[in-house]
């Protein structure tokens, strides 16, 4: 059997990248051979090198580093990189910390990151390159949308959907059934109790509709 681990690039070297490297260390399946960063000027993240911008990425890949995850924050930008690098010839592997518990009957989208303690739980569906943060609960039968991001210890009831690219705050619950749209943002703390449309950002307990100034 071989124990060769998989080369893979992390694009991205800000504070999200931190929690990536750890999760990719722990699956001790991949081989980071750096991170790329277009906008920083650190020199490295935990110790892996930053190797430049972006424009480095076709080189990497004609070098024989076939594998990336995207360690960006935000959504939307997230789902372009993916895109651009899916457009490149990269595979984008689901990396999923080996402390959170996966039902055998869920579905992990490509380019997603599942980290620490986080659960999902029987045939729930996430997309891909959605983020399940540390210690988020994702029951069963949700639907969580592409570049979607559940924050760290946010609790979704069965059958909840979230859209793509929308994003639930860190703390949040989410009752039965409910559906978040595309592009909306739930609130810190917020606790939702009916649907969210798309493009809206709710917060409170239960959750409204922040009017804009």
């Known amino acids: 059997m071989s124990n060769t681990k998989q080369l893979i690039v992390v694009v991205g070297a800000g504070d999200h990248a931190k929690v990536v490297l750890e999760a990719l260390w722990a699956t001790n399946t991949f081989e980071v051979v750096g ?7 650190c020199l490295e993240v935990l110790g892996v090198p930053v190797l430049g911008g972006d424009i480095l990425l076709p080189g990497l890949f004609a070098q024989g580093v076939s594998s990336a995850v995207v360690a960006i924050g935000s959504n939307s930008q997230r789902q372009q990189i993916g895109l651009s690098l899916l457009a490149m010839g990269f595979t984008l592997p689901a990396v999923v910390h080996p402390s959170a518990l996966i039902s055998p009957s869920a579905t992990i989208g490509q380019g997603a990151v599942v980290m620490a303690r986080a659960v999902v739980g ?18 069963h039968d949700n639907n969580i949308g592409r570049s979607a991001h559940i924050a760290p210890g946010t ?23 409910i559906s978040i749209g595309d592009d909306s943002i739930v609130g810190a703390g917020s606790v939702v109790i009916v649907d969210v449309p798309s493009g809206v950002t709710v917060a409170g307990a239960p959750a409204r509709k922040l009017l804009r100034r």
């Open 35 to 41: 991170l790329t960063d277009p906008s920083t000027s």
């Open 122 to 139: 029987t045939l729930a569906r996430v997309g891909e390159l959605a983020i399940i943060n540390t210690g988020a609960l994702v029951e």
């Open 155 to 177: 609790a979704l009831a069965g059958g909840v959907g979230v859209g793509d690219r929308a994003m639930v705050g860190i703390g949040s619950a989410v009752l039965p059934d």
